[in-house]
């Protein structure tokens, strides 16, 4: 049996007006004609230089945008049909995303285990959240610092526990915006094995990145240049 994309991107077109000088603007072809069918399962990296797109990508499939045209599906929703509660309520638990920065993931002033809690709240999972949360804690890892206020642990235990939070209640999609690129070595090394472990727990994953470590990791990868796909 065929199964079907969790994502699927269509000749998808972004592009961006820029303003000038005297009141004119220049067009920008941020993505142009690109197509993409994402298989559920699996970590994709999609990698490219500064300005190729990445990013503006994501946005699409984390229905943060529009394409200018082409269609962006999401576990088989058109993101061009979506008024902005639906396309809140498909960011909050269909097509979730991962922040660079790692505290721009966490409300800082509570623990761990509270922004978990947080989260299984928001997306309604109610009486079985307490073991959703340890089975998340144990797969990613996190028992040693879940406890902790989030402003006391470092860059990387941030950035991990973001990805578990992510992924409370199984979310279809995971986006992760260059996840190691606010990181050290060490933690990112860490965190690319933590994002192999969500895989293994049945996650799919896209990350757009610059990492070479994290292309290495990946199932299979998309690159752009320019705003398209060259493979």
């Known amino acids: 049996m065929t199964l079907q994309p969790v994502a699927r991107c269509v000749a998808v077109s972004r592009v961006f007006e820029v303003p000038q000088h005297r009141g ?3 067009t920008v072809l941020a993505l142009d004609a690109v197509n ?32 200018t ?7 088989g929703r058109d993101i061009g049909s ?4 639906a396309r809140r309520r498909l ?9 660079p920065q790692p505290a721009d993931n966490l409300l800082l002033a509570l623990s761990g285990r509270g922004n978990l809690l947080s ?9 079985r959240a307490e073991a959703v949360i340890e089975s998340l804690v144990e797969q990613m890892e996190l028992a040693a610092f879940v406890d902790q206020p989030c402003a006391v642990m470092s860059g990387g235990e941030q950035q991990r526990l973001a990805v578990a939070c992510a992924l409370v209640g199984a ?12 990181l050290d070595q060490a933690s990112a090394a860490t965190l690319i094995t933590s994002l192999r472990a969500a895989v293994q727990g049945g996650a799919t994953i896209i990350a757009a990145t610059h990492d070479p470590n994290v292309i290495a990791a990946a199932d299979s990868v998309v690159r752009l240049d320019h705003g398209r796909r060259v493979s």
Do not use: M, Q
């Not at 979506?82 to 509660?85: E, P």
């Not at 989260?119 to 009486?127: E, S, T």
């Not at 995971?174 to 606010?182: C, F, K, N, S, W």
């Open 36 to 67: 993409i069918d994402i298989a559920p399962g699996g970590l994709l990296a999609l990698s490219g230089a500064s300005g190729s797109g990445k990013s503006t990508l994501l946005s699409l499939l984390a229905a943060l945008d529009r394409p």
């Open 24 to 26: 004119a603007a220049a």
């Open 119 to 127: 989260v299984a709240r928001v997306r309604g999972i109610g009486d």
């Open 82 to 85: 979506l008024g902005r509660a």
């Open 171 to 182: 979310p279809p999609l995971l986006l992760a915006d260059e996840p190691t690129g606010a």
């Open 69 to 75: 045209s082409g269609s962006v599906h999401v576990a």
């Open 91 to 99: 960011r909050r638990s269909t097509a979730v995303l991962v922040l």
